[in-house]
């Protein structure tokens, strides 16, 4: 059983440029979460998708965006890149019976 | 707001010893407290949860909390650390109390250093 896969691993880009980021869940989760993880700092929630909506919002800029799909995988998009949006960007999905969150290994982007 | 705090940047302990990675909270309502655990280039890993019931929590890798509502702490401990339990520790709370989907705020992390 596949735990949740995250894409790509590493990127870079420039300043003003757009990202997109892929999340395929754990098998049998349908609930999917994205968190913004800078350097030296915890994981900060983005937003939250259920049943193709975003459900929750964090406290980010409308810059963050994302999309989910019906086989609930899921992108996070990301618009006129700043320096600080450099982080980790970790997906999550939910064990609606425990309330565990299981994590992905992340997406490291660079801004230059 | 929820929000938990974790005082120490880094706990430096030696191989065999206890060790404790403190954790402390604010909630209103009932805590929905969890500890997970960061290795290097890599996401988070689930440890233990605490929802209600006993105070002592056991999670993976031997590790257990305490649950302590009077001093609003969650403190991590294993009773003899190894070598491998060296990694980044973030303690959490879930927003908004009971809801299974509602976020988790995060603190900032403890960085666990265990020396042969």
């Known amino acids: 059983d596949a735990g949740v896969t995250q894409s790509p691993t590493h990127l870079i880009k420039t300043r003003g440029q757009q990202v997109t980021l892929r999340c395929s869940p754990k098998?049998?989760?349908?609930?999917v979460s994205w968190y913004q993880q800078a350097l030296g700092q915890g994981p900060q929630f983005i937003f939250q998708y259920y049943e193709e909506e975003e459900r929750q919002r964090g406290n980010f800029p409308d810059r963050f965006s994302g999309h989910q799909f019906p086989n609930y995988s899921s992108e996070l998009n990301v618009n006129a890149l700043l320096l600080g949006d450099s982080a980790l960007y970790l997906c999550a999905t939910q064990d609606l019976n425990t309330g565990e969150l299981f994590f992905g290994e992340g997406s490291r982007l660079t801004v230059l | 707001a929820q929000s938990v705090a974790q005082p120490e940047d880094q706990v430096n302990v030696a191989e065999g010893n206890p060790l404790t990675v403190k954790c402390t909270y604010s909630v209103s309502g009932n805590p929905y407290l969890f500890w997970y655990v960061q290795y290097p280039n890599r996401g988070l890993q689930f440890l233990l949860k605490?929802?209600?019931?006993?105070?002592l929590v056991k999670g993976s890798y031997g590790f257990e909390a305490e649950f302590n509502k009077s001093q609003t702490s969650f403190h991590l401990k294993k009773p003899s650390a190894l070598v491998s339990d060296s990694a980044l520790y973030f303690c959490a709370v879930r927003d908004g109390g009971g809801g299974a989907t509602n976020k988790l705020i995060f603190g900032t992390g403890t960085l666990l250093a265990v020396q042969p």
């Open positions: 605490y929802i209600t019931g006993d105070n």
């Open positions: 098998s049998g989760h349908d609930t």
